[in-house]
């Protein structure tokens, strides 16, 4: 199983919702990231947890919140969005050593903030 | 901080050669990546170079020179499929940093 599985595909929430995206990996994989992909741009890295613990923040402002409840599920919290928040959020994982160790990524969920 | 480049577009003919130049610098160097992805879809893995020299996968192959900061993947034997972005990532500047900086990604267009 190489998968990592994200949903939902599709959310479309107002300004003052709250939602929360998740991610599920089985490959025991202990890193695992959030990446932010605006259109025709690359993905930007905004948290990496490696062994459940968050180790990189990319100055992501606190209306995004990670939260990574064991070794293979990590959450994204939403809450007071932004219209220019809307993108594809990305979510990958990769063994936590050092070497040829490629990031996984899932399908990504499309987020409209309305 | 990371500074990538990397050619916005690129066309070629099925059956053809394409070459995809990528150049950086960096703060810090531990592995250089090249991903695929079609449009709407997650990136997928291609490449992985962190000594100097080519890397070779079947029709693709990567190549990387430490000391020019320089990257290219060559994509061999075009197929209409490889129609796609193609991102050049380095990891950086820890082995265990885990933290992956994309170039803008060039965009490649197979004609028959």
């Known amino acids: 199983d190489t998968e990592v599985t994200q949903t939902p595909k599709h959310l479309v929430m107002g300004m003052t919702n709250k939602k929360s995206l998740k991610c599920e990996q089985h490959m025991g994989h202990r890193a695992m990231y959030w990446y932010k992909q605006k259109a025709k741009k690359p993905p930007e890295l905004m948290f990496v947890?490696?062994?459940?613990?968050?180790?990189i923040n990319e100055s992501v402002p606190s209306r995004f919140s990670p939260e990574c409840p064991n070794s293979s599920l990590l959450n994204l919290h939403l809450h007071a969005l932004q219209p220019e928040d809307s993108a594809l959020y990305l979510c990958?994982?990769?063994?936590?050593?050092?070497?040829?160790?490629?990031?996984?990524f899932g399908q990504g969920t499309r987020l409209t903030v309305v | 901080g990371q500074n990538i480049d990397q050619p916005t577009e690129m066309t070629a003919t099925e059956g053809a050669i394409v070459q995809i130049n990528c150049t950086y610098q960096?703060?810090?160097?531990?592995?250089l990546f090249w991903y695929q992805q079609h449009a709407g879809e997650a990136p997928t893995f291609l490449s992985y170079?962190?000594?100097?020299g080519l890397e070779e996968k079947g029709r693709f192959s990567s190549f990387l020179s430490r000391s020019k900061g320089y990257s290219y993947l060559l994509l061999k034997e075009l197929q209409m499929k490889d129609s796609a972005s193609y991102l050049c990532a380095v990891r950086g500047p820890r082995a265990r940093d885990y933290k992956l900086s994309f170039g803008a990604g060039t965009t490649v267009t197979v004609r028959a």
């Open positions: 990958a994982s990769s063994q936590a050593r050092q070497g040829a160790n490629e990031a996984f």
């Open positions: 170079n962190v000594l100097d």
């Open positions: 947890y490696s062994y459940e613990k968050l180790s």
């Open positions: 960096t703060s810090g160097f531990n592995g």
